[in-house]
């Protein structure tokens, strides 16, 4: 549990593992192996692998070995080269860190070494701006305080910087002793815990008394966070390598698989088993003929007695035949797709943050189909539905509102009057303002003073009082320095009692400096202050404010203060000083011994601070909840403000339309009744009122341990919730719920709190915002503002699930296509396994002819982006996987065949007799193939560029080129073929008959139900055509409002039939078989 | 340097919004901005009507022409294999593989239509597949070309070696080669068959090599087809050659030679033809057809009835269509036809 570690001293150093940070996933020795067996997990690498085996073996293999191991060994490179050239930069950026140069004292001297030979247990010496190698406990600074700061954005994104303290312990020391201080410094064993660090520390010095000293995560230099403002530190390194804090909270993420690829893998598996049938049941045939009339070929030379295995051979003909069913190449080609989607995200304008001159980025390029599909959004608030950019706005002090009039308590005459006149208690409610805070004064060159807090609202609040002439001047560890009205007061910082999310509030123990008055000044949310205020305070008052500015949406902190006596203070101190020490539940003891002292207070006013919505943000939210998304919102913030912002940004609407059903209760049994209370509502009213449940975070924490089932029902039956007061964990809790049932969820926020939510989620959405980004690197995906959300997933999400949709389908039934054809020649080959093709044709089939024009489809689009966000029901349609699921690859399946069927017996027929010959008859078919592919796409492409014409039909021509110049070839089968064929006019009619006949059906049934049956895609398309563009003004109108009422019954109907995904939830059921 | 899961796109990312200037963006904006100039054709009434009725103006009378050029073929079509056999033999499998008894046999065949020439001397076999996957790969292009590779002979077997001496030309294709010959008399005229140029220029000039000899051919315990004259060089061997090219069903004709005389009406023509060939075994026709040919080739009435057929379809279809759109018109885009505006039905 715990670890020991003698500073200064070489005895025990070799105990822990040196600094060397590792991050490469290989080795140079095991990357062959590794990496060969990790391809090999997935299942089509390994069906590959066995067919290319089976292929070796010549007797069985109707087509050289190269068509399979080709394509195979490329994929294989390509995907491992990938790997390897991550691995490596992983490499260098370790080596480069490994091998930098640190000061460490060594036997009471300063030497320079190399960041990898760092040991558990050596003082490490930094300079200003180093960037810290590796964990350690603070144990000298420059600073006469004591106090170092430190940057530590890239461990969790905070741009602010952060404060140092030298242990008491080992205050005051000089250099020289530092040099050679020995101790032991007793810590618990690695952990991934960023804000928390429990140990103490007991030093050998003759001239301290060898006393325990506590220390906590306020005593420690972390890794990787850089050393600021500072001329040097130095530290004790007490984890070290990949132990370190930051090492430990580095995680792989597992890889995250798409709704459309799990679709892809289910057809695949089903694909197969079709094959396993196809190959016994031709095997079967194959073995009759073979007894029946096989031997009585005379010119066959049939052997009396075959191997033992020769009932084997004809299947497994038939196996490899059969094996280009799956195609090969559909992940590469969708890998390709999916990395110009991810592109696209990239490369838009329109998604560009002017403001902070952000590009929206997608860091996982697999999942965009998943945007598509997205079915609830879980969302943050503060950062990410509002600016968080936090601005002071009223205040209410004496029973007094300021900024009721004008919005602006700053601008208020009557404040800025009492300010000028020295009312006492609007003195105090300032210095409150200005004391009770860690915000770090900056001073710069030009003797003005900014500052630097971890917290938005503490920024707003001392902003606010120095504008109030209530300036905070400096601040270190023990002393404070307010200026107002031009007269500056001293005080002693004696205490800090922090802010903790339970505690919900934070107050400082102050003693003046003239009188040396010792005071409480406590902030906090009201629900933490207003209970803790002296017998008989008025509170009437303050509890109006706060009930006023939250239903503003104002953020609101109620101030309050009390006199301590000497005496009282020092008992207290003693106890706060001995909770500080100890190494088990410190935090819980500190927060006991904290409420003893915050007591009794007077309260002296609330102040309100406005965080703004962020642009666009309820035109958003009114969009996408028209496209049948569900939006949650998930805050740490209080259930009114929450309320308030949920109805200023549309997220719910005001009675009598909606209803909003609150779940809580004093008591574990009073929540679990009001939980069903509210699934009982849920269920049984009528389905146009919208319904939104409200819950705290202690109500979840019971509903989670005692009624999970029936939570889950009603978020289920919930479009619209919000939840305040969570924790991170249970920010992912609510995710993992939806997850849980089958949902894709989108999670989007922007503060290192969200990180877990935006993980668990299908899709991580990050804002790269104030809070640092921290969120955007877990992320997925990171815009910059909440209202591009509607453009990710609408217009990229949308049509990376219909191109993604496309290509699959398309693979498949290119693959059927050529196979089909193989197949029903065995019943004119003696099912003796002959392949029609040869192998270059069906090898350039797959990885050339057919992967080119399918390629295309990453231009189309089916309607253009306006009419999509005009029409955002129309997201439905993905968001059901109505573009791909069995029954449109049904209708792909049935395509194939019959597009087989024509092919081979149009060519059977008309190069039938003295035209029978094996090469001339195969290339017809495969030119069949290629002309029906490009009508085919053309067919099924929506629209048309420049590109996709330039592709579709420059492929077709170079299928003619290539095998022009292959028919030039002497010593190849195909020699002379071609030039033949194109001099026949019966292949050119052939050809000709080829696509009428395959593609004449395919038109008039789609014809005939895009004009019959249309589904909403082709009725969008129709008004596109028919208008030209569509007048916002008429449609909009028109089609939303009904489309509110509408979608309810949609939504809440389909909820029955879940399960199986890609039912229609629209109530049509024109169904995209083709 | 911690790691974090997204560190390198990261990285780029930060790179991209510094390198993201205005003078940047408008480089290829339309097309990364997906915003390329497109065409989207719809199905509507008039264009599909328009397409189907184009493909049957386009389709029928290329169904009349290639009807008519099929039906201005002349064929003349015998099936000998039954026939040529005495009807006192019993076993025609026995008599067939019998080598001392002459099989010549005599057909007469009367012209139905004036012929003119070149008239087209063919073979048929019935229910023989030479696309089999053991007789198809039973042969050795490298041996056919080459007189150095006369030794490659991997994929022959069991027809490669004769004594440990590489056959040539080897493999089960060349090996039963067909041995039925034809001579034609027309009214007690010698009909020169012209057996020259029968097989394609191609293959006499680069598959077959003119310096390549049959070695140890047909000389096994098992005699299959035709023997070769060991003198003459494989190039020259065209009913060989015509042979090797494999046929891909198992009912073909191969080109047997050419007559260059214009046969009239009710013209007689005796083939005095040896028959040789083994088809009894598996119960394969053997037919001798005289054909003339078009610039479609011979007679085959399939393309011009199906483009009849498909030009007729489409007609119908425009008409039908058209008739339908007439009877029951649908506004095309219509805002109601939507299914979140319409009323929900049945709920």
Redesign the interface.
């Known amino acids: 549990m715990k670890r020991l570690v003698y500073i200064n001293d070489d005895s025990c150093r070799y105990s822990y593992c040196d600094n060397r940070?590792s991050?490469t996933k290989y080795t140079l020795w095991n990357f062959f192996p590794k990496n060969l067996w990790e391809q090999f997990r997935r299942f089509m690498n390994q069906y590959f692998l066995l067919i290319a085996c089976l292929q070796l073996w010549s007797r069985i293999t109707?087509v050289s070995p190269v068509t399979t191991w080709g394509p195979l060994i490329i994929i294989f490179i390509v995907s491992a080269s990938k790997e390897a050239w991550?691995d490596y930069?992983?490499y260098l950026?370790?080596k480069?860190?490994n091998e930098r140069n640190v000061w460490v004292v060594k036997d009471g001297v300063r030497r320079q070494i190399k960041a990898q030979d760092i040991h558990v247990g050596d003082i490490v010496w930094l300079h200003e701006n180093d960037?810290i190698p590796c964990d350690l406990v603070l144990i000298g600074t420059s600073d006469p305080q004591g106090i170092c700061y430190i940057e530590t954005s890239?461990?969790d994104g905070e741009t602010d910087l952060k404060p140092r303290i030298v242990p008491p312990i080992s205050a005051n020391m000089s250099v020289e002793q530092l040099e050679k201080v020995k101790g032991i410094v007793e810590c618990p064993n690695p952990d991934n815990d960023i804000r928390r660090f429990d140990a103490n520390m007991r030093l050998f010095l003759p001239s301290v008394d060898n006393e325990k000293c506590p220390l906590t995560i306020n005593n420690t230099l972390l890794?990787?966070c850089y050393l600021r403002y500072t001329e040097w530190a130095c530290g004790v390194a007490v984890y070290t390598g990949n132990e370190t804090k930051?090492?430990m909270s580095?995680?792989?993420?597992e890889p995250k698989l798409t709704a459309a690829d799990a679709m892809i893998d289910k057809l695949t598996i089903a694909i197969f088993m079709l094959q396993i049938v196809v190959v016994l049941v031709l095997g079967y045939f194959g073995n009759i003929w073979k007894h029946t009339?096989?031997l009585?070929?005379?010119?066959?030379?049939?052997?009396a007695e075959g191997p033992w295995y020769g009932f084997l051979v004809i299947p497994l003909?038939f196996e490899l035949l059969c094996s280009i069913m799956i195609p090969i190449s559909i992940k590469v080609t969708l890998d390709l797709a999916k990395g110009v989607y991810a592109?696209?995200i990239?490369?838009?304008?329109?998604m560009?943050d002017w403001e902070t001159?952000?590009?929206a980025?997608s860091?996982?390029t697999a999942i965009s189909e998943d945007l598509g599909q997205v079915e609830y959004i879980l969302s943050d608030k503060t950062g990410t539905l509002t600016e968080n950019r936090m601005i002071f706005k009223r205040c209410c002090i004496n029973n007094i509102m300021y900024g009721n009039d004008n919005g602006d308590a700053l601008k208020d005459a009557r404040l800025l009057n009492a300010v000028s006149s020295n009312d006492p208690d609007i003195v105090k409610f300032l210095m409150v303002m200005a004391l009770c805070n860690t915000v770090v004064p900056v001073k710069s060159n030009d003797d003005t003073v900014s500052y630097k807090a971890q917290s938005q609202d503490e920024e707003a609040l001392v902003n606010a009082a120095s504008n109030l002439n209530m300036m905070l001047i400096s601040k270190d560890s023990s002393t404070a320095e307010i200026c107002f009205n031009g007269s500056k007061f001293k005080y002693e910082l004696l205490d800090v009692l922090e802010f903790t999310s339970d505690r919900k509030r934070m107050s400082v123990v102050v003693k003046e400096g003239q009188t040396g008055k010792i005071l409480l000044l406590s902030k906090g949310a009201d629900e933490a202050i207003l209970p803790r205020v002296y017998p008989g305070q008025q509170k009437q008052r303050y509890l109006e404010a706060v009930e006023m500015y939250s239903q503003l949406g104002l953020r609101t902190l109620c101030l309050g203060w009390r006199d301590l006596e000497e005496d009282e203070y020092k008992e207290w101190s003693k106890n706060f000083q001995e909770a500080s020490c100890s190494l088990e539940n410190r935090e819980s003891k500190i927060a006991e011994v904290c409420d003893s002292l915050e007591r009794d207070l007077h309260i002296l006013g609330v102040t309100a601070i406005e965080d703004r919505l962020q642009d666009g943000v309820p035109e958003t939210i009114k969009l996408l909840r028209n496209a049948g998304i569900n939006v949650w919102m998930l805050t740490g913030d209080k259930q009114n403000t929450a309320i308030q912002i949920g109805l200023l940004c549309n997220l719910i609407t005001s009675e009598p339309n909606s209803q909003l059903l609150s779940i809580s209760g004093k008591t574990e049994q009073d929540i679990l009744r009001s939980l069903e209370r509210a699934l009982l509502i849920t269920k049984n009213t009528c389905e146009t009122k919208d319904l939104a449940f409200v819950l705290d975070g202690w109500a979840l924490e019971i509903i989670l341990k005692h009624s999970k089932e029936s939570f889950t029902r009603l978020a289920m039956l919930s479009k619209t919730a919000i939840c305040c007061r969570m924790t991170p964990l249970q920010k992912a809790q609510l995710v993992a719920i939806l997850k849980s049932v089958g949902y894709l969820t989108l999670a989007i926020g922007d503060g290192g709190n969200d990180v877990r939510m935006i993980q668990e989620a299908n899709i991580g959405v990050g804002i790269s915002g104030r809070e640092g980004?921290q969120a955007?690197?877990?992320?997925d995906y990171?815009i910059g503002k909440f209202k591009f959300l509607k453009r990710l997933i609408l217009i990229h999400g949308r049509?990376s699930y219909n191109r993604t949709a496309f290509i699959s389908q398309y693979s498949f039934y290119k693959s059927l296509l050529i196979c089909f054809i193989q197949i029903l020649?065995a019943f004119?080959?003696?099912f003796?396994?002959?392949s029609?093709f040869n192998s270059i044709s069906l090898m350039a089939y797959n990885v050339f002819y057919t992967s080119l024009p399918v390629m295309t489809i990453i231009?189309d689009?089916d309607i253009s982006e306006t009419t999509v966000l005009q029409?955002p029901?129309i997201l439905l349609h993905s968001q059901a996987g109505r573009l791909l699921n069995p029954t449109t690859f049904c209708g792909w399946f049935g395509r194939s065949l019959y597009h087989a069927l024509v092919i081979f017996f149009?060519t059977?027929?008309?190069?039938?007799?003295?035209?029978?010959?094996?090469?001339e008859?195969?290339m017809v078919a495969l030119s069949g193939c290629i002309w029906l592919q490009a009508f085919v796409v053309m067919m099924d492409s929506?629209?048309?560029?420049?590109?996709?014409i330039i592709l579709i039909w420059g492929n077709f021509v170079a299928f003619y080129m290539i095998n022009l110049i292959l028919s030039a070839v002497?010593?190849l089968?195909l020699?002379?073929i071609m030039f033949?064929l194109c001099g026949?006019?019966?292949y050119w009619?052939?050809m000709?008959?080829t696509v009428?006949?395959a593609m004449?059906p395919v038109?008039?049934f789609?014809?005939?139900r895009?004009?019959?049956w249309?589904s909403?895609i082709n009725?969008?398309?129709?008004?596109?055509?028919?208008?030209g563009s569509i007048q916002p003004s008429r449609?909009v109108g028109?089609?939303l409002k009904?489309?509110r009422t509408?979608?309810t019954?949609?939504l809440t109907?389909s909820r029955g039939s879940r399960g199986s995904s890609y039912q229609p939830l629209?109530?049509?059921s024109a169904e995209s078989t083709r | 340097?911690?790691?974090?899961?997204?560190?390198?796109?990261?990285e780029?990312?930060l790179e991209?919004?510094s390198s993201?200037t205005c003078s940047s963006?408008k480089t290829d904006?339309k097309f990364?901005?997906?915003e390329?100039?497109?065409?989207?054709?719809?199905?509507?009434?008039k264009w599909?009507i328009s397409?189907?009725v184009l493909?049957g103006v386009i389709?029928v009378p290329?169904g009349v022409a290639?009807l008519r050029a099929s039906q201005q073929v002349v064929e003349i079509v015998d099936r000998y294999d039954d026939a040529c056999v005495p009807a006192n033999v019993t076993d025609k499998l026995a008599y067939i593989q019998d080598k001392s008894i002459q099989k010549s046999c005599t057909r007469t065949l009367t012209v139905t239509k004036d012929m003119n020439q070149p008239i087209?001397v063919?073979y048929?076999l019935d229910n023989?597949?030479?696309?089999?996957?053991?007789?198809?790969k039973s042969r050795s292009?490298d041996q056919l070309?080459d007189k150095s590779k006369a030794a490659v002979t991997t994929n022959c077997d069991?027809?490669a070696t004769l004594n440990g001496k590489p056959i040539v030309p080897c493999g089960?294709i060349a090996?039963?080669l067909f041995n039925d010959t034809y001579n034609l008399i027309l009214n007690n005229d010698n009909l020169t068959v012209d057996k020259k140029d029968i097989s394609?220029k191609?293959d006499r000039e680069?598959?077959f090599g003119s310096d390549v000899f049959p070695q140890n051919f047909q000389q096994g315990p098992?005699i299959?087809?035709k023997t070769l004259n060991p003198n003459v060089s494989l190039s020259e061997q065209e009913d060989l050659i015509v042979w090797m090219?494999?046929?891909?069903?198992?009912?073909?004709?191969?080109?047997y030679g050419r007559i260059h005389v214009d046969l009239k009406v009710n013209d007689t023509i005796t083939v005095h033809l040896e028959n040789n060939y083994?088809t009894y075994?598996?119960?394969g026709k053997k037919k001798l057809v005289l054909s003339t040919t078009t610039?479609?080739?011979?007679k085959?009435d399939?393309?011009g009835l199906?483009?009849l057929t498909?030009g007729g379809?489409?007609f119908f279809?425009a008409f039908a269509?058209t008739l339908l759109y007439l009877i029951k018109p649908?506004k095309?885009?219509?805002?109601n036809?939507?299914?979140?505006?319409?009323?929900?039905?049945g709920?």
């Not at chain 1, 009725?1019 to 208008?1027: A, G």
């Not at chain 2, 390329?36 to 009434?45: F, W, Y």
């Not at chain 2, 494999?246 to 191969?254: E, G, H, S, Y």
Request: with cysteine; hydrophobic share 35%; aromatic share 16%.
């Open positions: 940070i991050n109707p991550d930069n992983r950026s370790d480069k860190a960037e890239a461990l890794q990787s930051s090492g580095r995680g792989t993420a009339k096989g009585k070929q005379w010119y066959l030379m049939y052997p003909r592109k696209f990239d490369w838009d304008e329109q560009f001159n952000t590009p980025h860091a996982n980004l955007a690197r877990a992320a990171s049509y020649f004119l080959s003696g003796s396994g002959t029609l231009f689009k029409y029901q149009i059977i027929c008309a190069y039938a007799d003295e035209k029978s010959e094996m090469q008859l195969s929506n629209s048309f560029t420049s590109p996709q002497p010593s089968q020699y002379t033949r026949q006019p019966s009619i052939t000709a008959l009428a006949v004449v038109m008039a789609r014809y005939f895009n004009l019959y249309p909403p009725i969008l398309q129709q008004i596109e055509q028919s208008n449609n028109s089609a009904p489309a509408n979608l019954n949609l109907g629209l109530s049509d | 340097m911690p790691t974090f899961r997204t560190h390198f796109s990261y780029a990312l991209l919004r993201y963006v904006s990364t901005q997906q390329l100039p497109a065409c989207k054709p719809i199905l509507t009434p599909v397409v189907f493909v389709f290329i290639s087209f063919y048929q023989f597949y030479q696309n089999h996957r053991r007789y198809v292009d070309r069991p027809e089960l090996w039963s394609w191609s680069h598959k098992l299959g087809g090219r494999t046929a891909a069903l198992p009912t073909f004709r191969k080109l083994n075994s598996f119960g610039w479609l080739g011979g085959n399939f393309l199906a483009y498909v379809l489409c279809l269509f649908r095309s885009g219509d805002n036809y939507l299914s979140w505006n319409r009323p929900p039905v709920r």
